[in-house]
């Protein structure tokens, strides 16, 4: 090979030999400076503490009275009627009368049943003396089984007639079954009645109750033995005391309400059935509760209300709570908060869950 042919490709190889360890150099320095990049570690952000105002929670007993309307009524009453039939001959009571158990009320003519009664106790006697007449001979053998069986049918519907017949002269009296006072009266003398119709209504006004109508959102915090305040016109401006004695668990299906028997303990008040009283009644959980700013409240998507609260480490955390009622001072929370919690009352539009916080 001629030497210039030679010198030529020597001064190749050596380009390429300059350029081969060029690049790598190159390839060499970019991975050192990435990788140099790559170990900083970025330096932390302190986030900004979020400024609220706190609230200490401080809970009592709740001690709540809510209003009603309601109607007195009799605690016990009768609608009195005569069992049969006929024309009245007396009455012995008015409207207003006060009466005794056991009082004659009214009475119907009863010269009918009088003749019955007489007429089916002769033949009542006129039984009995042949019953005695066969029992001897059937003793003695001499009446056949048949005979004797017709004679002891004869004398049972005998004492059945004269016992129906006793009743009914009986029924044509009409007594009072109870001390009371006589609240309705419908009849007079001469007029003819008919069976199970009222003729009287007699009433106890030593005790009497209070009957209220309590919407279902209010049913539940009513319980037996609750005491209440009954207030009524007639009473001038004092007040009675009444207990609940009766709680109804199936609800008008109009109003949607259930009903409550408020029995009235205080005596001689004055008060009637029928009248129109406003009852206040003392709520029966004396459970701790607290009230809270109504603004303070907010809702999660399970519409479960809560607060947000500053924990001991200086940030937020969310707690759901159970509420009572809106008042005019804010909202009464039963459930939830614990004596001392502080609650974010100003600023916790601001805050999420772990939020530092500056007061």
């Not at 009542?124 to 005979?147: F, N, T, V």
């Not at 003398?189 to 209010?218: A, C, F, H, M, W």
């Not at 309400?257 to 009235?264: D, L, Q, R």
Request: aromatic share 4%; net charge neutral.
């Amino acid at each position: 090979m001629p030497f210039s042919l030679r010198s030529q490709i020597a001064d190749i190889l050596n380009i390429l030999e300059f350029m081969k360890k060029n690049y790598l150099m190159a390839v060499c320095l970019f991975l050192t400076v990435m990788s140099g990049c790559g170990n900083k570690e970025q330096a932390p952000q302190q986030a900004e503490p979020v400024k609220v105002k706190v609230m200490t929670v401080v809970s009592s007993v709740r001690n709540e009275t809510v209003r009603f309307s309601g109607t007195v009524q009799e605690e016990n009453g009768s609608s009195l009627s005569f069992p049969l039939m006929g024309r009245v001959k007396s009455v012995k009571v008015d409207l207003g009368s006060r009466v005794r158990q056991g009082q004659l009320l009214a009475t119907l003519d009863e010269v009918s049943m009088q003749n019955t009664y007489q007429a089916a106790k002769a033949a009542l006697k006129q039984a009995e003396d042949a019953y005695q007449r066969m029992k001897e001979l059937h003793e003695k053998g001499s009446l056949a089984e048949m005979k004797w069986v017709e004679v002891q049918s004869k004398l049972q519907q005998a004492q059945s007639m004269e016992a129906v017949a006793r009743k009914n002269l009986t029924d044509c009296q009409l007594y009072a079954p109870f001390s009371g006072v006589i609240a309705e009266k419908s009849l007079e003398v001469g007029q003819n009645v008919v069976p199970g119709v009222q003729v009287l209504k007699l009433v106890s006004d030593d005790r009497l109750k209070v009957r209220i109508s309590v919407p279902e959102t209010e049913i539940a915090r009513v319980v037996r033995g609750q005491k209440a305040v009954i207030e009524a016109p007639v009473l001038n401006g004092a007040k009675a005391e009444g207990v609940v004695t009766e709680k109804g668990v199936q609800a008008n299906p109009l109003s949607r309400s259930y009903e409550v028997n408020i029995g009235i303990q205080t005596k001689n008040t004055g008060l009637l059935p029928g009248m129109v009283t406003e009852v206040w009644l003392q709520d029966a959980d004396k459970s701790q509760a607290c009230v809270l700013p109504a603004n303070v409240l907010q809702l999660d998507e399970h519409n479960n209300y809560f607060v947000w609260l500053k924990g001991a480490d200086g940030k937020a955390s969310k707690r759901v709570v159970a509420c009572g009622k809106f008042t005019a001072t804010g909202v009464t929370v039963v459930n939830g908060l614990n004596e001392g919690d502080e609650v974010i009352v100003e600023g916790q539009q601001k805050v999420c869950e772990g939020t530092l916080l500056a007061l």
